[in-house]
């Protein structure tokens, strides 16, 4: 009970570099932050109940027992203002540990100094395969899924951030995050909190993912399931200009309904979603 009352008194402050895709966001939520870099403080309870509310495996866990999951963190952090970090320990699985727990506490607590989260929507989203860490609403009831990454290392970051803006994709909302914490020992912890591209145009997969899009929606056009390659048309724009196009509205609440009313058979470790229509007295698949 005492480190819950002495973490209401202590305040942290990290160094974030907010990416301009959020301005507009920004501007609706707040009147504080700009887009670029700045300095975000927030209390040490902010930040542990944070990582005890997405991070554990019970249900509905008690303010006590998530302090008392992350006690060890404390002898992280050194003692200052600035969040650095101690990391003489040379425990690998510890280090890989705290690192993820960290990277999900801070993106939860940036997440809500700059755009007022309702607590009580915070949650882990509990699916299986590539899917963001967390979500909730914000006070002006827009959602928001986040996958925060966390590590010691600062060029691992780089490759933290590509490959989680397919995670951070994977679940429909109307502000997707991703946020890259650098725990730093010899200056101030910093954090990129962006919302990437899909999929960057340098990256070989660009192409090959390009061209699958228009495959499918060409396919699927031939064989009448005009819903299916409508969505597959709208899939390329979102490869080819992020979200900056007319109909970007229309493929969000396209893939909402074809995940929430198609059918969904699995196969091995895979899902598959579709219909089943009859097309000249011959029942189709998918």
């Known amino acids: ?47 542990i109940n944070s990582i005890g509310t997405i991070q554990t495996r019970v249900e509905n866990p008690s303010l006590r027992m998530k302090f008392d999951r992350n006690s060890d963190l404390w ?9 650095k970090m101690n990391i003489a320990l040379n425990d690998s699985e510890a280090k890989k540990k705290i690192s993820e727990d960290l990277g999900i506490g801070l993106a939860a607590v940036i997440t809500d100094k700059l755009f007022r989260i309702n607590h009580s929507t915070l949650a882990k989203i509990n699916v299986t395969g590539k899917r ?18 966390g590590t010691f290392n600062r060029p691992t970051r780089t490759k933290q951030i590509k490959d989680a803006s397919a ?14 914490s650098w725990l730093n020992e010899d200056g101030i912890s910093d954090v990129i909190y962006v ?11 660009y192409t090959k993912r390009l061209l699958m899009a ?3 929606s060409q396919a699927f056009n031939y064989i009448g399931q005009k819903e299916l390659s409508r969505y597959f048309y709208l899939t390329s724009q979102r490869i080819m200009h ?27 470790s895979r899902s598959y979603l579709g219909r089943l229509d009859k097309l000249n007295n011959v029942t189709g698949t998918p």
Not at 195 to 201: L, R, S
Request: hydrophobic share 35%; aromatic share 8%; glycine share 4%.
């Open 167 to 180: 995670q951070k994709s994977s679940k429909a909302a109307d502000i997707r995050v991703t946020s890259g």
């Open 195 to 205: 919302d990437p591209p899909v999929i960057d145009p340098d990256d070989p997969e």
């Open 214 to 216: 228009s495959h499918y």
């Open 242 to 268: 992020n979200k900056s196009f007319r109909e970007f509205g229309e493929k969000e609440g396209l893939f909402e309904r074809i995940r929430d009313s198609y059918l969904k058979i699995t196969l091995g």
């Open 1 to 47: 009970m005492k480190s819950i009352k002495l973490s209401k008194t202590i305040e942290k402050e990290v160094e974030v570099d907010i990416d301009t895709a959020f301005s507009l966001d920004l501007t609706n939520h707040s009147s504080i932050f700009d887009c670029g870099k700045c300095r975000v403080s927030f209390t040490m309870f902010d930040l």
């Open 75 to 83: 002898q992280w952090l050194q003692n200052s203002r600035e969040l």
């Open 132 to 149: 963001p860490d967390f979500q909730c609403m914000t006070m002006l009831d827009k959602s928001i899924v986040v996958e925060g990454k």
